[in-house]
């Protein structure tokens, strides 16, 4: 039996481990890839710790979320295998699940930004009904993804972009980077509040990376600031850094045309994922973004697990 090197899951409490272990046996209608390059984004660790809604339901299970293959025929693919497990010399995928990858990208800058670029990506192309020239709030925009959205709003087409967040300095490298104004998230609720008033009162879309209890107070402010009640303000929720539930007065929906929805792999038709996949990677590979990679081996899988990622930064591990 061909045996190959892969990353394994076999307790939810520690980091995958290097094993051997049988090569893949494509199914009817797979083909096998070679993988080579794989991110260890916030939710590949969330799902190799039991903690995502896509964690394997029985161990042991290959580590991995997504991940950069080449194929039989030389062409370079980007597959996102949730629940699957790409951590491996050779995975077997369903060929209508491989992205096509532009000849000439750099697979591990793929590969790290991929994943920071979807959620907003996603959000504004098939949340909400996003035109240019419209303004953007971004609440939490000093995580890498967040920081992504800065970009990715700004790719899109935003007018006016507003980035929220509580690392001052990491605000201010985002006015370059397509900010037009920072807001500093800070304990001094009052002041915070006055400062979301006064820079994000009329924008049409926020994209929340926070929840809980900052939201709360971020949508006291914005929806009590605005002018224009009956201007439509979606609210898109992607992340939980802040929390995992808000508490909502029914008058701050029955006084403004306030929409809230959420943002995720859920809520989103796999065609619709498949094309925006498509539309993102290849932006990428032009240069229109990218986050930094921070390269290890497979054998150095556990090490690339207890990094901590620099802002910018992403750990990848390269086959």
């Known amino acids: 039996m061909s045996m190959i090197n892969a990353a394994l899951v076999e307790s939810f409490d520690e980091p995958p481990h290097l094993r051997s272990v049988p090569a893949p046996a494509p199914a ?16 590949t660790r969330g799902i190799a710790a039991g903690k995502h809604y896509t964690s394997p339901t029985s161990l042991p299970a290959l580590a991995g979320a997504d ?7 030389g062409s370079l693919g980007y597959v996102m295998l949730m629940g699957a497990g790409t951590l491996a010399e050779h995975i077997a995928v369903d060929p209508a699940a491989v ?7 750099d697979p591990a800058v793929l590969v790290a930004t991929m994943n920071p670029a979807l959620s907003s990506w996603g959000a504004l192309r098939t949340r909400v009904p996003f035109q240019t020239g419209q303004s953007v709030l971004v609440h939490g925009a000093t995580g890498n993804a967040g920081s992504m959205a800065v970009k990715v709003a700004r ?3 935003a007018g006016h972009v507003v980035a929220a967040g509580r690392n001052r300095s990491r605000l201010d490298e985002l006015t370059t980077q397509g900010a037009d104004q920072i807001v500093q998230l800070t304990p001094d609720q009052d002041a915070t509040a006055a400062a979301l008033a006064r820079a994000a ?3 049409d879309v926020v994209l929340d990376y926070v929840w809980g209890p900052p939201t709360e107070l971020a949508m006291r402010a914005v929806l009590g600031a605005r002018t224009q009640h009956t201007r439509v303000l979606d609210w898109v929720q992607i992340g939980g ?28 038709d ?16 032009a240069g229109a973004m990218a986050v930094r990679p921070h390269p290890f081996p497979l054998d ?20």
């Open 28 to 43: 009817p209608g797979q083909e096998v890839v070679d993988v080579l390059a794989v991110g260890v984004h916030p939710a």
């Open 67 to 73: 991940a950069v293959v080449r194929r039989a025929d």
């Open 99 to 105: 992205i096509p990858v532009p000849d000439g990208a």
């Open 155 to 157: 790719h899109l087409g």
């Open 201 to 203: 009162a009329e924008v």
């Open 241 to 268: 850094t802040g929390g995992d539930a808000i508490t909502l007065s029914g008058h701050a929906l029955r006084s403004n045309a306030f929409r809230i929805l959420g943002s995720g792999f859920g809520a989103v």
């Open 270 to 285: 796999t065609e619709v994922m498949l094309r925006e996949f498509t539309e993102l990677v290849a932006a990428i590979a």
């Open 300 to 319: 150095q899988v556990e090490a690339a697990w207890a990094h901590q990622d620099a802002p910018g930064e992403r750990t990848v591990i390269l086959l």
